[in-house]
């Protein structure tokens, strides 16, 4: 599983990656962001309620105060940070509020520092700084307007790294729990569909949904980059340290500038093709350095005392 793990946390942040397919197509149906984040989790909930129900009834049990683990992964890191990032789009650009986003990254490492005593290492801090650096780049913030920033803006946009960073937490936690990674996808979107449904305002936009275009579009979100990507990444994340995991996860920004190159002939310029080559970069030099710790692990084992 160890060898494996480290696959599942790239693979389901490149999943990720592809969630523009779907949302742009959503967005041409007349659908609000708020409406395809709740499209997004509903989805995802019927999804997993009938894989649960069909492979293991017992996934099914969770002890009572163990709830708010889930009400953390659900509410405090899908609705809230899916909140935050879209209100920063709203007050600044898509592009900073991207780079915003991913600060969280470092809030993970400080977190997991306080909460599971994991050491914050010069290999971990380097590797932080080349992803923000390579996600700045292939976002394209630049050239930066400061004219384009505003207080507000840039506060929530912050609070949406800190949200996104939750999940990788409460993940973590629920996972030390003997809880596998289904139960834990399943009820992350029972909680987060529970508090999305009632307000965002689906409830009264379901006719353009119900349409072959809408059914195809919001299966193919609720399952790709939502059901599929959660469970790779809380499966990798039961045995990844969470602050390697969440840099290791920025390889979706990656993905989705090659899909928008590949499918939507977006341009990228020279300074983007250098940052994926940092984001890619600082995977690589988090999974060596992962290697070579439990190297010295084995070594550590296999010397006589």
Known sequence: MNKWA????????????????FVQGLYELGFTPIEVVTIRVAVAFAALLFIVAFKNRQMFK?????????LGTGIFSIVFFNWAYFTTIQ????????????????FVTVMSRIFFKEVITLQK???????????????????????????????????????????SIFGKAASSRNYSSLTITFYTFLFASVALVPTSGILTRLEPLFTMEGILLALGLGTVPTVLAYLLYTAGL????????????????????MIGVFIFQDQLTPWQFVGM??????????????????SKQVRSLERPS
């Open 62 to 70: 969770i002890k009572p105060k163990h709830v708010p683990l889930f």
């Open 125 to 167: 801090s380097v590797a932080l700084l080349i992803t923000l650096l390579g996600c700045t780049l292939v976002i394209g913030v630049f050239p930066l307007n400061a004219e384009q920033l505003s207080v507000y803006g840039v506060f929530i946009g912050i609070c949406s790294g800190f949200g996104y960073a939750l999940y």
């Open 91 to 106: 007050e600044i650009n898509l592009s900073i509020a991207a780079v915003l986003l991913y600060t969280g990254p470092a």
């Open 6 to 21: 480290f696959s599942f946390i790239i693979g389901g942040a490149a999943l990720w990656g592809t969630i523009g397919i």
């Open 277 to 294: 080559f940092f984001v890619l970069l600082a995977v690589l030099f988090i999974q060596k350095s992962k290697q070579t710790n439990e």
């Open 238 to 257: 039961q045995q990844v340290e969470s602050s390697k995991a969440s840099i290791a996860a920025t390889i979706e920004p990656v993905v989705a500038a």
